[in-house]
């Protein structure tokens, strides 16, 4: 069983910037594609971002494209989500997210591709 968790939430006024950090339990943590999705208030979860298990590979939604960059410490079992430019529609619980499969194929952008999920934590952008 691999234990996810976030940490790096908080308030930020808007234009400002967070980072979140997700370390990761276990020793297969560099095998893993690793994903960060959020869900605000009365909406799905969405897609955020994710990153390959070799870092070679990353991937945003549009929302956030050029505004996020995710990034990965395997040495330290981390992954990362640098949030710059932000914005109040930003607001959410951003929850990290592991796939231990070994894909050829990789939809990172489908949650039913992750086997483990981390508790979240909360980011809110004031405006």
């Known amino acids: 069983q691999v234990q996810l968790v976030e940490s790096g939430g908080g308030l930020v006024q808007a234009g400002g910037s967070l980072r979140l950090s997700c370390a990761a339990s276990g020793r297969a943590f560099s095998s893993y594609d690793m994903g960060w999705f959020r869900q605000a208030p009365g909406k799905e979860r969405e897609f955020v971002a994710a990153i390959r298990w070799s870092g070679g590979s990353t991937y945003y939604a549009d929302s956030v494209k050029g505004r996020f960059t995710i990034s990965r410490d395997n040495a330290k079992n981390t992954v990362y989500l640098q949030m710059d430019s932000l914005k109040p529609e930003d607001t959410a619980v951003y929850y990290c997210?592991?796939?231990?499969?070994?894909?050829?194929?990789?939809?990172?952008?489908?949650?039913?591709?992750?086997?483990?999920w981390g508790q979240g934590t909360q980011v809110t952008v004031s405006s």
């Open positions: 997210a592991a796939d231990k499969l070994v894909r050829t194929t990789w939809y990172p952008r489908q949650s039913a591709e992750y086997d483990y």
